[in-house]
């Protein structure tokens, strides 16, 4: 197994940025493919972004397009979820999850279901 931890969550200003970082122990960072989420209302997991294994792919959830990059760095088993022109709508806690199953289609990536390993979360909070 993995383990997650997130950091680098505060308080700003609507159209700030912030960037995000999830550190990973515990296993081959590089087996690993990563994705942001943040807690809905409901208590699932709304998709962010996500990276897969070699950094060569990423993918976006159509409300942050343009305004949010996912980066990762495996030789210091980091991952950078890098926030710009931030909105009070992202407020949330956002949470770094890896995976390590055999998928292919980029939407595979986009599931909650596909990751079986959480951080506990840092929060984001975006003020009008």
């Known amino acids: 197994q993995v383990d997650l931890t997130e950091s680098g969550g505060g308080l700003v200003e609507a159209g700030g940025s912030l960037t995000l970082s999830c550190t990973a122990s515990?296993?081959?960072?590089?087996?690993?493919?990563i994705g942001w989420f943040y807690q809905g209302p409901g208590k699932e997991y709304e998709f962010v972004a996500s990276i897969r294994r070699s950094g060569t792919a990423t993918f976006y959830a159509d409300s942050v397009k343009g305004r949010f990059t996912i980066s990762r760095d495996n030789s210091r088993n980091m991952v950078y979820l890098q926030m710009t022109n931030l909105k009070p709508e992202d407020t949330a806690v956002y949470f770094c999850?890896?995976?390590?199953?055999?998928?292919?289609?980029?939407?595979?990536?986009?599931?909650?279901?596909?990751?079986?390993?959480w951080g506990q979360g840092t929060q984001v909070t975006v003020s009008p």
């Open positions: 999850a890896a995976g390590r199953r055999p998928l292919q289609h980029p939407s595979s990536f986009k599931s909650f279901l596909a990751y079986d390993f």
């Open positions: 515990g296993g081959e960072f590089s087996d690993y493919y």
